[in-house]
């Protein structure tokens, strides 16, 4: 079975762009969340949907926005693109959303570096 | 909102050695897990800790979590090269609005030389 899978993995995009970036959670999952990595620290909280809906949102700028597909895929936008938005994009899928210890699966992320 | 603090946030050590990284939070957490994250990869799940006090081993890593679920650790013996990577630390948010967010620690980057 395939992981999960994200395209793509590497982009460059000028200040002021917009940019989406896509999510194929692995076969049966019903939750994908999205992360923002910045060099050298942890990943931190975008959005978590669950079944279509926004179940979760990080402290994000609502520059950023995501949806999920009735095929449980997603895509994350993120608008006006600034150079701080430079960073790993992750996204992770899970079986659901509400069980303490419920694994997550990560992609292996797109790296988006924004000049 | 929970906050994870790892230490140390670098680590450099020689094959053969012993570590141990930690993760604190003034928080209760409902479960801690372990992630390592090789560079250009997504993180992987080592470990899920539930129980206080809970001491789980994989191979060669050790992994506690404390009786009161503040704080956990991770325990290396005889570290290889192949461990190198970074170590996140991350609780799983059981309740308000973020239900099954994780939040990570920074992380601790291990290098074992040869």
């Known amino acids: 079975d395939a992981g999960v899978t994200q395209s793509p993995t590497h982009l460059i995009k000028t200040r002021g762009q917009h940019v989406t970036l896509r999510c194929s959670p692995i076969?049966?999952?019903?939750?994908v969340s999205w992360y923002q990595q910045v060099l050298g620290q942890g990943p931190q909280f975008i959005f978590q949907?669950?079944?279509?809906?926004?179940?979760g949102r990080g402290n994000f700028p609502d520059r950023f926005s995501a949806r999920q597909f009735p095929n449980y895929s997603s895509e994350l936008n993120v608008n006006a693109l600034l150079l701080g938005d430079s960073a790993l994009y992750l996204c992770?899928?899970?079986?659901?959303?509400?069980?303490?210890?419920?694994?997550?699966?990560f992609g292996q992320g797109t790296r988006l570096t924004v000049v | 909102t929970q906050l994870l603090e790892q230490s140390p946030q670098f680590l450099s050590i020689q094959e053969g050695e012993n570590l141990t990284v930690y993760c604190n939070s003034s928080?209760?957490?409902?479960?801690l897990q372990w992630y390592r994250q090789e560079p250009g990869e997504g993180p992987v799940l080592l470990v899920t800790?539930?129980?206080?006090?809970e001491v789980k081993k994989l191979k060669r890593l050790t992994f506690q979590f404390g009786d009161a679920r503040k704080d956990s650790s991770l325990h290396i013996t005889a570290a290889q090269p192949g461990d190198t990577g970074l170590y996140l630390c991350a609780a799983l948010n059981a309740g308000g609005t973020s239900y099954g967010k994780l939040t990570f620690g920074q992380g601790t980057i291990l290098t074992v030389h040869p």
């Open positions: 949907y669950y079944e279509k809906e926004e179940r």
């Open positions: 928080s209760v957490f409902s479960s």
């Open positions: 076969s049966g999952h019903k939750s």
């Open positions: 992770a899928s899970s079986l659901a959303h509400k069980h303490p210890g419920t694994e997550a699966f």
């Open positions: 800790v539930v129980t206080g006090g």
